[in-house]
Every structure is written in C-alpha cells, then in structure tokens.
C-alpha cells in the first residue's frame, strides 16, 4: 500500500509543533525574567503552537477521509489548513519572538495572524460542507 506523500508534509508540521512546543515551555519561559519576552508573547506562542497542531491532526484525518470518497472540498480544506499554519502559526511566532531576535520590524506581521484564522474558519467550512454533500 503505497502511502499518500501528505503524510510527510503533516509529519514535518507535527515534529515542528513538538519541538516549537518545547522551545516555548522551556527557552521562552526561561526569558520571561529577562523582559525580551511577556506573558502575552508566551501564550501568543502556544496558541500557535497548539493551532498549527489540531490542524496538523485535521489534516491527518483529511487525508484518511479521502481514502473512502474523493471531495475537492476536502482537499480545500487540507490546502486552507496548511496555508492558516503558514499564516497563523508563522506569523505568531515571529511576532511573539521579535523582541527576543531583535526584529521589531516583524510587527508588520500583526494583520497577517487573522488572514490564516479565516483560512482555518474557511477550511473547517470546507470539511463541514465536504461531509455533508456526500450525505
């Protein structure tokens, strides 16, 4: 049975959650006292983190479910998911993170963060509306 090559693509975002997850719980927490990071920026980052996991896991389940019927809408959705991690998740980190690298220029990322939530929004639509079309 050969494996569909999104697996390495959901793989790779999962391990990236993981590892940033771990960043976050020790060396960001750690740098709390320093002020180069605040509380908000800390729990900005795990919102990432956890968002660009939960889609890792839904995009897991997509690609399962299209084994069993094919839908463009699922394939909207796995798409919208992958761009909202990109979005969502990427912007937050550098924005949660820019004092700490010295980069106060990323705040011009501030508006990307909301563009990859209405990519999720768009890609759970996606899914709802995939299931409910084969039913």
Same mark, same amino acid.
């Given at each position: 049975?050969?494996?569909?090559? +999104?697996?390495?693509?959901? /793989?790779?975002?999962g391990? $990236?959650?993981?590892?940033? /997850? ?5 060396? @960001?927490?750690? +740098? ?8 908000d920026?800390?729990? /900005?980052?795990?919102t990432?983190?956890?968002? +660009? ?8 389940? $997509?690609? @399962? @479910? ?18 909202? $991690?990109?979005?969502? #998740?990427?912007?937050?980190?550098f924005? =949660?993170?820019?004092?700490? $690298? ?16 209405? =990519? ?5 639509? =996606?899914?709802? &509306? #995939?299931? &409910?079309?084969?039913?």
């Amino acid at each position: 049975m050969k494996l569909p090559k +999104q697996f390495i693509t959901i /793989g790779l975002l999962g391990a $990236i959650a993981v590892a940033l /997850g771990a960043l976050g719980a020790h060396a @960001l927490k750690n +740098q709390l006292p320093s002020g180069l990071i605040t509380t908000d920026q800390l729990n /900005g980052f795990d919102t990432a983190v956890k968002y +660009q996991m939960y889609h890792a896991l839904a995009m897991f389940a $997509i690609v @399962l @479910l299209k084994n069993n019927y094919q839908s463009k809408f699922l394939n909207y959705a796995y798409n919208l998911f992958f761009i909202g $991690i990109l979005l969502f #998740s990427g912007s937050l980190y550098f924005l =949660c993170t820019r004092n700490l $690298i010295g980069a106060e220029w990323l705040k011009f990322l501030g508006p990307v963060t909301p563009l990859g939530g209405l =990519c999720f929004v768009a890609g759970w639509l =996606c899914l709802s &509306y #995939s299931v &409910y079309k084969k039913s």
